[in-house]
C-alpha cells in the first residue's frame, strides 16, 4: 500500500521528470536561432544597408541557420519529427539564403566568360526562380502545421508572405515590396521571440505561454 511519503516521493520524480523534458528542448535553439537571421534581414529589407558588405549579412545569417541545423538535428535525436520538420526546412532557408547573397555579389555562379550584361540577367533569373521555390515550400509547411499551436502557423505564413513580396520587388524592382516584406519579416521575428520565450520560460520553470490554439484539431 503505498504512503503519503511514496505519494509525495513520485509527484516529486514527476515534477523533476517534467522539467527535465522542458529543459531538454531544441525549440529554445531553434526559435532563438531564427529570430537571429529574421531581425538583420527585416533591416536590411527596411532599407537599413550599414551591413556595408553583403558578406556581412550573409555570415550573420550563415550563424543563424547552422543554429537552426542543431536545433533540427536535437530533435531528430528527441524523435521529434514534427519538430525537426520546422527547423530543418528553416536551417536550409537561410543556409542557401547566405550563400545566394554571397554568391551573387562575387559572381560564383556565373562563368567569367559571360558577359557582364548577361551575368547580371543570369544572375536576376536564379534569384527569382529561387525565391518562387522557397515561397512554394514555405506554403506547403505553412499548410502542413495547421495542427500545430496557432503561432507556429502563424510564423510561417508571415515568412511566405515576406518571401512572396520580395519576389514582386525583385519582378518590378519596386521598392515598396522590400519595405513591406521587411515589415512582415520583423513580425515574424516577434512571433519567434514570443515562442523562445515559452520554450525558455518552461526550461527555467516557468508555466507555459499561450501558443493559441491549431486551425485544424
Known sequence: MATATDTATGADEAAAAAAAAAGNN??????????????PLALWLVGYKDFAV??????????????????????INLG????ATVFGPFSMFWL????????????WFVSSAVEPEAAATAGAGGTIVYLITWTAAVVVLTLATLRLPLAFTALFALVALALFLVLLFNLTSDTIWATIAG??????AGIGVYVFFDAMGQATGGKALSLGNPILK
Do not use: R
Open 80 to 83: 521529434a519529427g514534427a519538430v
Open 26 to 39: 531544441p525549440v529554445i535553439l531553434g526559435s532563438a536561432s531564427f529570430v537571429a537571421g529574421a531581425i
Open 183 to 188: 515589415y512582415v519579416a520583423f513580425g515574424a
Open 54 to 75: 553583403a558578406g556581412l549579412l550573409s555570415n550573420i545569417i550563415l550563424v543563424a541557420g547552422l543554429g537552426l541545423f542543431i536545433a533540427a538535428i536535437w530533435a
Open 96 to 107: 542557401s539564403f547566405a550563400l545566394l547573397v554571397l554568391g551573387t555579389t562575387h559572381g
